[in-house]
T-cell receptor
């Protein structure tokens, strides 16, 4: 079956612009996670959704970052006024519920010039 | 002290070797433990969960030592295809929140 998909796969933007990243989780998965990974670094947790609500936003690095999930499915991560330090791979994962294995999407590679 | 610590390596081993990685965690209330594998420029994928009694899946064996707060991953008869970064993940329940804490990974290179 279809796995987690993310779009775009690559995004190059100029400093100060807003970007929107999209995640389509596996159908029926109630839990959705956003992470980012800088080159050679570990995974940094950003936000977790259970259904449409986000019980844990503790990882969002600043108020320039926001995320929403609608219909218990698609999620978008928005970064406003991008900075060069935002450059990273943004990974989305979903799981059947919060106790189950996380399946990752291929990621969006964001480059802020 | 980091919540989850791993030796970053790299571990360079010949094909056929046995290699073991440890991962230490700081919070004794940690509930569940996992090993994920991440290939270069790819997304992480679950390798195996780690059960209290230890578990084995083919050439891979995972162990949990709660007293010393570490988990281990043993790979026997290493293959070239085992070359990857191995990520330790610890799940911690904190009230209504469930946190997954990721280690930075241990890099393994299996050489011909």
């Amino acid at each position: 079956g279809a796995g987690v998909s993310q779009s775009p796969s690559n995004k190059v933007t100029e400093k100060g612009k807003d970007v929107e990243l999209r995640c389509d989780p596996i159908s029926g998965h109630t839990a959705l996670y956003w992470y980012r990974q800088s080159l050679g670094q570990g995974l940094e947790f950003l936000i977790y959704f259970q259904g449409n609500s986000a019980p844990d936003k503790s990882g969002l690095p600043s108020d320039r970052f926001s995320a929403e999930r609608t219909g218990g499915s698609v999620s978008t991560l928005t970064i406003q006024r991008t900075q060069q330090e935002d450059s990273a791979v943004y990974l989305c994962a979903s799981s059947l519920n919060r106790d189950n294995e996380q399946f990752f999407g291929p990621g969006t590679r964001l480059t802020v010039l | 002290r980091k919540e989850v610590e791993q030796d970053p390596g790299p571990f360079n081993v010949p094909e056929g070797a046995t290699v073991a990685f440890n991962c230490t965690y700081s919070n004794s209330a940690s509930q569940s433990f996992f090993w994920y594998r991440q290939d270069c420029r790819k997304e992480p994928k679950l390798l195996m969960s780690v059960y209290s009694s230890g578990n084995e899946d083919g050439r891979f064996t995972a162990q949990l030592n709660r007293a010393s707060q570490y988990i281990s991953l043993l790979i026997r008869d290493s293959k070239l295809s085992d070359s990857a970064t191995y990520l330790c993940v610890v799940r911690l329940d904190a009230g209504n929140n469930r946190k997954l804490i990721w280690g930075l990974g241990t890099s393994l290179a299996v050489n011909p």
